[in-house]
Antibody
Framework: EVQLLESGGDLAQPGGSLRLSCAAS????????MRWVRQAPGKGLEWVSS????????NYGDSVKGRFTISRDNSKNTVYLQMNSLRAEDTAMYYC???????????WGQGTLVSVSS | QPVLTQSSSASASLGSSVKLTCTLT???????IAWHQQQAGKAPRYLMK???????SKGSGVPDRFSGSSSGADRYLTISNLQSEDEADYYC?????????FGGGTKLTVL
C-alpha cells in the first residue's frame, strides 16, 4: 500500500522559510516522479511543483517559481519542498503526491498545514 | 497551457445517478485527464484516468459505481447508485509538458 507522510508544516512569518518533507513507502520510490499540490483554506487544488524519478526536470507553478525548490533523496525515500520568501497567500494545506505512469496524480498524502502570518 | 472548466455545484438524490463534466480548452480537447474526489476534511483521493472515448482506468478500491467517458472536449465522471459518502468535491486534472492544472472543482450534494 502506498503511504505518503508529510511533515514540516508550521506557522511562519512573511518573508520566512520552511522545509516540507514527504516520506514515501509501499512502492519503488526511485521509479516515480513526485509532486506537491496545495489547497488554500476553502479553495481548490493548485499544483505547486513536480520532480522526476531521478531528481531531474523540476518544474514549478508560476506562483512559487523562484521561491520554492523541490528535491528528493532516493536513498531515504523522501521528497522535499524548500519554501523561501513566504507570503500570506502561501497559506495552505500542502499535499505530497505520487505521479502515475501516465503523468497523473495517482496517490495523495494526508497533507501538512502551512500558515504564513505575522 | 490547458484550462479545465467545471460546474461549481451539482446535486442528485440518494440511489440515483449523476454525471459531472470537465471541459478542456480549445486546443487540448484530446488531452488525458484524471478525476479526484475530496470528502470534507480529508485529503483528495485518485479515482480514475480518462483517456478518451469510453477508455478509463480506475484507482485501487474505487467502486464499480464510478465510471468515465468523453465526448469532444468534455470529460465525464458518472456516479451510479449514489451513496451518502459520495457527497464530496470532485476535481479534474490535466497536464502538458511543464505544467499541471486542476479544474475549480464541483461540489456534489447527495439529497
Amino acid at each position: 500500500e502506498v503511504q505518503l507522510l508529510e511533515s514540516g508544516g508550521d506557522l511562519a512569518q512573511p518573508g520566512g522559510s520552511l522545509r516540507l518533507s514527504c516520506a514515501a513507502s509501499g512502492f519503488t520510490f526511485s521509479s516515480y516522479s513526485m509532486r506537491w499540490v496545495r489547497q488554500a483554506p476553502g479553495k481548490g487544488l493548485e499544483w505547486v511543483s513536480s520532480i522526476g524519478a531521478t531528481g531531474s526536470s523540476p518544474n514549478y507553478g508560476d506562483s512559487v517559481k523562484g521561491r520554492f525548490t523541490i528535491s528528493r533523496d532516493n536513498s531515504k525515500n523522501t521528497v522535499y519542498l524548500q519554501m523561501n520568501s513566504l507570503r500570506a497567500e502561501d497559506t495552505a494545506m500542502y499535499y505530497c503526491a505520487k505521479v502515475g505512469s501516465g503523468s497523473h496524480t495517482e496517490s495523495w498524502g494526508q497533507g501538512t498545514l502551512v500558515s504564513v502570518s505575522s | 497551457q490547458p484550462v479545465l472548466t467545471q460546474s461549481s455545484s451539482a446535486s442528485a438524490s440518494l440511489g440515483s445517478s449523476v454525471k459531472l463534466t470537465c471541459t478542456l480548452t480549445s486546443g487540448h480537447s484530446g488531452s488525458i485527464i484524471a478525476w479526484h474526489q475530496q470528502q470534507a476534511g480529508k485529503a483528495p483521493r485518485y479515482l480514475m484516468k480518462l483517456e478518451g472515448g469510453e477508455s478509463y482506468s480506475k484507482g485501487s478500491g474505487v467502486p464499480d459505481r464510478f465510471s468515465g467517458s468523453s465526448s469532444g472536449a468534455d470529460r465525464y465522471l458518472t456516479i451510479s447508485n449514489l451513496q451518502s459518502e459520495d457527497e464530496a468535491d470532485y476535481y479534474c486534472e490535466t497536464w502538458d509538458r511543464n505544467t499541471r492544472v486542476f479544474g475549480g472543482g464541483t461540489k456534489l450534494t447527495v439529497l
